[in-house]
Nanobody, 122 residues
Framework: QVQLVESGGGSVQPGGSLRLSCTAS????????MGWYRQSPGKERELVAT???????NYAISVKGRFTISRDYAENTVLLQMNSLNPEDTGVYYC????????????????WGKGTLVTVSS
């Protein structure tokens, strides 16, 4: 069983920065992608950024140039550096890992963290 533990959320003023961290415990298969999703008030959960085991990165258009995702592959940790935050970035941020035993095909095992709240307000 995989468990994800997030940290780093909090309250910040517009223009400020926060860094989120998530560490996965348990068996992480070699082929995987880790990342962050968020759910803002009144909206559905959406992708923020992901980084695969092969190094592929994907950002939501709304965060490109402001957020940076990185990983410590040895520690199964994914970080999200968030700069120039604005009120639209407010929400619960969820860590996610998707993985598979197969060498090709879709990721068929998906795990979520419990979420960490980010509030951007003046």
């Amino acid at each position: 069983q995989v468990q994800l533990v997030e940290s780093g959320g909090g309250s910040v003023q517009p223009g400020g920065s926060l860094r989120l961290s998530c560490t996965a415990s348990g068996s992480i298969f070699r082929r995987n992608v880790m990342g962050w999703y968020r759910q803002s008030p009144g909206k559905e959960r959406e992708l923020v950024a992901t980084l695969s085991s092969s190094g592929s990165i994907n950002y939501a258009i709304s965060v490109k140039g402001r957020f940076t995702i990185s990983r410590d592959y040895a520690e199964n940790t994914v970080l999200l550096q968030m700069n120039s935050l604005n009120p639209e970035d407010t929400g619960v941020y969820y860590c996610n890992v998707a993985m598979t035993r197969r060498t090709v095909g879709p990721y068929d095992m998906i795990y979520w963290g419990k979420g960490t709240l980010v509030t951007v307000s003046s």
